[in-house]
Structure formats: C-alpha cells, structure tokens
C-alpha cells in the first residue's frame, strides 16, 4: 500500500505562481512511490502567523483526519518565513506522527521509527536561535515605538510588562494556536503537556 502524502506550496504574491512546486513535488512523489491525496498551496507572506493562512489550516485539518502520513514541500520557507511560526506547526504535525520532507534537503523530520531524525534536531536547534532573535527584534520594536510614543505625550503603559507578555506567550505558541481555536483550558493542558495555571495565564494575556 502506498503511503498518502500531501503536496504543500506556497507563493507570497498573487503574481507569483506555485506550479513549479507542485511539479517537482509531483516528481518526487513518484519517486518513493507515494500517493498524492493532497494538494495544499496559499499565495501569502510566509511570515504572516499560521492562523491567519487558510493553507497551513487546511494542512492541518487534514493531518487531523488522518488523511496523509507526510508534507512534501520544496524547502522550509515554504511552510513559513516565521521560526516561531514554523517551530510551532512541525511540532504539531510531529504530534500527530506525521513527517515533513524537504525536496532542497533531501531529508525528513521524522525517522522511521518516527522519531525526530538527527537533521531535524540540527534544524530545530538553527530555527529556535533565529526565533530568539525574532523575539528580541520584536521587544526593540516595542520598546522603539513606545519611545517615539512617550516623546509625542502618549501614553502607552510601562514597557517592562509588556516585554514580560510578549516573552512569556513566545514561549507558548501551542497553548495560543489552541485556546484561539477554541479549546478550553483543560483540553491545552493535556493537549500541550502544559500546568494548568501556565494555560490559565496564557488565556488571561492573550484576552481569549
């Protein structure tokens, strides 16, 4: 029996086209012999978050159903352009045991025993440092916005707490992406292996 895979591509642009994805995924496919059950593409920026892209939803409303066991997808920017975004939907697709292939790195995350191969721990590691760095970007940014602020006579609070919560939530993108699809707190706990008081406090930032 064949093993069902699902094809993802993605574009920035509307006059960008994704064809040349799916054709060299196609190929690939064809050459482990997998089933194509799915063709999953999106024309927006990578570094939009994962809820606000219709493709990495369908994607993972399909992984849900069990509809395929891998991703192909030409190269990891495909699937994002966000590390923090990007760390976040792998291991949620990792939690439903399926695996991701990267056409550029001839490799996949999972190993055959369905574990997180070697690559994907060199990977995740690479991709954990540059979102560290997305997040202290982010708190510059802040922290710049609210000087310009402060120096027009508008008040925005103090700075401190605020760094606080943008920390803290980075480091629970999971229990975010599942209390604003609607699971309770309970159901993030065991969901996400997370303490009650941490979703508890996760909820109450975000305002859900």
Not at 83 to 89: D, F, H, V
Not at 140 to 163: D, F
Not at 177 to 183: A, V
């Amino acid at each position: 029996m064949k093993t069902p895979v699902a094809i993802f591509g993605r574009v920035s642009l509307d006059s960008m086209d994704f064809q040349r994805q799916i054709n060299d995924l196609e190929k690939v496919a064809n050459k482990f012999d997998y089933e194509v059950v799915s063709i999953i593409t999106e024309k927006i920026s990578g570094v939009k978050s994962n809820q606000e892209r219709l493709g990495i939803q369908q994607l993972l409303e399909e992984a849900k159903q069990g509809k395929f066991k891998k991703v192909l997808c030409t190269e990891i920017s495909r699937l994002g352009r966000s590390n923090i975004q990007t760390l976040s939907l792998l291991e949620e697709l990792h939690q439903l045991g399926i695996s991701v292939y990267f056409q550029d790195l001839n490799s996949e995350t999972l190993n055959e025993k369905g574990e997180v191969s070697f690559q994907t721990e060199i990977l995740t590691n690479l991709l954990s440092l540059f979102a560290k760095n997305e997040r202290q970007t982010l708190i510059t940014r802040i922290r710049s916005g609210m000087q310009q602020a402060k120096a027009n006579n508008i008040h925005c609070g103090r700075p401190k707490g605020l760094e606080e919560k943008v920390n803290f939530l980075s480091k629970y993108p999971k229990v975010v992406t599942g209390l604003k699809k609607g699971y309770s707190v309970r159901e993030c706990v065991k969901l996400y292996d997370v303490s009650l008081g941490t979703v508890a406090k996760v909820k109450k930032m975000v305002d859900l």
